[in-house]
């Protein structure tokens, strides 16, 4: 089956750093991937979607200079989590799909701790 | 918004036991997911139903899809400790261009 490779898997960093986090669909182009936000035994939130050659949608609520989002590749999405601070510790979610509507794939995950 | 509310939100029983986990909304969905999440870990999905009144089973697993397309339900017999986790309903717009996820049910089964 399709699969999402989501690096790295967890990371700490100091408060005011820069982390970025990777997306990759290993076997099939996925010009649609979305990133994801997730607290301890809660739902998953949608950040915002990222279409390959074009600008990220984001949420209501989701600071676009914060999140940065690139889709440069239809196998690749990156998420910058931009001055990072500690209410930015989080577990982050990537998912990708081959077209809108079609099956989601989801990454692992990376768990980001901000100190 | 489309809202999907899951109940309950958790929920922690005995091996053995039966559970039903529901999935609603006022808003029709073209199909419905249904995700288990492990901690430290993303969704894999265990089902996928597309019909109004849809019934799928996967092996102690039941899932439904409401009549009217709003709602689901999955329901699991004789819970056994693997199958604690989180689990995740996803409605597909009707549009066919995104995907809500439900509020969560954190499942824990005691051996």
């Known amino acids: 089956g399709a699969v999402v490779s989501q690096h790295p898997s967890w990371v700490i960093c100091k408060s005011g750093t820069s982390v970025k986090i990777e997306c990759r669909s290993l076997?099939?182009?996925?010009?649609?991937m979305f990133w994801y936000r997730q607290f301890p035994k809660q739902s998953l939130m949608l950040m915002a979607t990222?279409?390959?050659?074009?600008?990220?949608?984001?949420e209501q609520g989701v600071e676009k200079d914060k999140f940065l989002i690139n889709h440069a590749s239809l196998t690749l999405s990156t998420l910058t989590v931009t001055s990072a601070h500690p209410e930015d510790s989080s577990f982050y979610i990537c998912?990708?799909?081959?077209?809108?509507?079609?099956?989601?794939?989801f990454g692992s995950g990376t768990q980001l701790s901000v100190l | 918004t489309q809202l999907l509310e899951q109940s309950p939100q958790f929920l922690s029983i005995q091996e053995g036991e039966n559970l039903t986990v529901y999935c609603n909304s006022s808003?029709?969905?073209?199909?419905l997911q249904w995700y288990r999440q492990e901690p430290g870990e993303g969704p894999v999905l265990l089902v996928t139903?597309?019909?109004?009144?849809e019934v799928k089973k996967l092996k102690r697993l039941t899932f439904q899809f409401g009549d009217a397309r709003k709602d689901s339900s999955l329901h699991i017999t004789a819970a056994q400790p693997g199958d604690t986790g989180l689990y995740l309903c996803?409605?597909?717009?009707?549009?066919?261009?995104?995907?809500?996820f439900g509020t969560g049910t954190s499942l824990t089964v005691i051996p």
């Open positions: 998912s990708a799909s081959e077209g809108v509507g079609e099956k989601l794939f």
């Open positions: 076997d099939f182009q996925a010009t649609t």
């Open positions: 990222s279409n390959e050659g074009s600008k990220a949608t984001y």
């Open positions: 808003s029709v969905f073209s199909s």
């Open positions: 139903v597309v019909t109004g009144g």
């Open positions: 996803a409605g597909l717009s009707n549009t066919g261009n995104q995907f809500y």
